[in-house]
């Protein structure tokens, strides 16, 4: 089979490559040049230079083709732009979800048909398992790095073309130890962080700069509507937040919560934690991996990155939106995804909002 491998550089995509080569594969490698040269990134941050190098001489070291795409203006907008606005909305972005929709399984992808490959491997931990009716998403074996959620959005006809060789892997340790076996240079490479792009302190230059908006002061008030306090921006704060309140965090005995974020007024509601949390929201945005359900459908969900699995039912309402209720209350936050899971397979999933 003759497959293109997305490779950024790091050990994962490299062991990818490696593996597939020694399985007998015709494998060539591809790089996108992420790396923003219009100084809102950190420099020296993934995809740039030095990335783009170690790719090249794993490839090298391998024997296989490299190309390396750049893909700078398509990043800029339609991951590190639209994360920027999403905060002007009250939302907390996940960029990596739209990186991989967008840039990584549409762009690449296409690329990767157009130089005549059969399919396109990365380095995510997730599983592809042939069912009967199709290539389905599951978790990855390792479940301490998988990323199942971050590719809720795969359609079923990009999930046909791709392959992730590291879904079965039992741990990273063995992924080192494979990249040793192969000798390949990256094998000690440090792992990537969550966001490519930024650090906990570099978004806000991000949003500084891009949609200041969201860093216009606003006021705190409690459900009634009373002021209570200022905050330096409503890209601050997400729904369940907890920090970052100040001398609110407590109120009359009670720890204090973020309990909606209005873009509008710029307002933060904040409210006390033990009495927050809602069963019921709301998805923008679906994808399913599975025909739409015609009746109301019992799974489990996840609702942020790091977070369990919980019981769900997922309604498709007349309107058409689709409705989620949890079992047990809990504090869903704009923008983040909510994946639907039953065992290990990803049934599909969508943006949460809460109305
Ligand atoms: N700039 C890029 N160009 C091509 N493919 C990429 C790029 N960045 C990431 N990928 C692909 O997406 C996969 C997951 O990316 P992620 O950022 O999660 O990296 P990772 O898990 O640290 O993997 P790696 O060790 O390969 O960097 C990578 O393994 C690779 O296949």
């Known amino acids: ?19 597939l080569k020694e399985q007998g ?40 083709p490299h190309y390396v795409i750049d893909a700078e203006d398509r990043f800029h907008q339609t991951v590190i732009d639209r994360f920027a606005q999403s905060y002007t909305r009250g939302e907390t972005p996940v960029p990596c979800i739209e990186c991989n929709q967008g840039v990584k399984f549409t762009d690449l992808l296409n690329m990767a ?15 592809r398992i042939e069912g009967i009716n ?18 809720f959005a795969t359609t079923s006809e990009q999930l046909e073309f791709l392959r992730f060789p590291l879904g079965e892997m039992p741990n990273k340790d063995v992924v080192r130890q494979e990249a040793e076996r192969f000798g390949l240079t990256v094998a000690q ?13 570099s978004y806000v230059q991000i949003v500084e700069k891009l949609s200041p908006e969201g860093l216009e002061q606003g006021d705190i008030v409690d459900e009634t509507g009373a002021v209570l306090g200022q905050h330096e921006g409503i890209a601050h704060y997400t729904v369940g937040q907890t920090k970052r309140l100040g001398n609110l965090a407590m109120r009359q005995g009670d720890k204090q919560m973020v309990l909606r974020i209005d873009s509008q007024t710029r307002r933060i509601v904040i409210g006390p934690k033990q009495d927050a949390g ?14 739409i359900p015609e009746q109301d ?3 489990n969900v996840q609702i942020r990155a790091r977070e369990q699995e919980r019981s769900a039912t997922i309604r498709i309402l007349p309107d058409q939106r689709v409705q989620v209720e949890l079992e047990e209350t809990g504090n869903p936050a704009p923008g983040q995804a909510c994946v639907f899971y039953q065992g290990s397979r990803v049934l599909g999933g969508g943006f949460i909002t809460l109305s």
Request: net charge positive.
């Open 1 to 19: 089979m003759r497959i293109m491998v997305a490779m950024s550089g790091g050990v994962d995509s490299s062991v990818t490559a490696a593996l």
């Open 25 to 64: 594969h015709d494998v060539f490698g591809a790089t996108l040049q992420l790396y923003d040269a219009r100084g809102v990134v950190k420099k020296g941050s993934c995809c740039a230079g030095q990335d783009i190098r170690d790719a090249r001489r794993v490839s090298d070291q391998l024997g296989i």
């Open 113 to 127: 048909r157009e130089l005549g490959a059969d399919a396109m491997a990365t380095g995510h931990y997730v599983r």
């Open 134 to 151: 199709g290539a389905e998403l599951h978790r990855p074996v390792d479940m301490s790095r998988d990323q199942s959620w971050f590719l």
């Open 189 to 201: 490479k440090s792992d990537s962080q969550d966001i490519c792009f930024v650090t906990d302190k």
């Open 278 to 291: 809602r069963k019921l929201f709301y998805l923008r945005d679906l994808n399913w991996l599975i025909p």
């Open 297 to 299: 459908m019992r799974c």
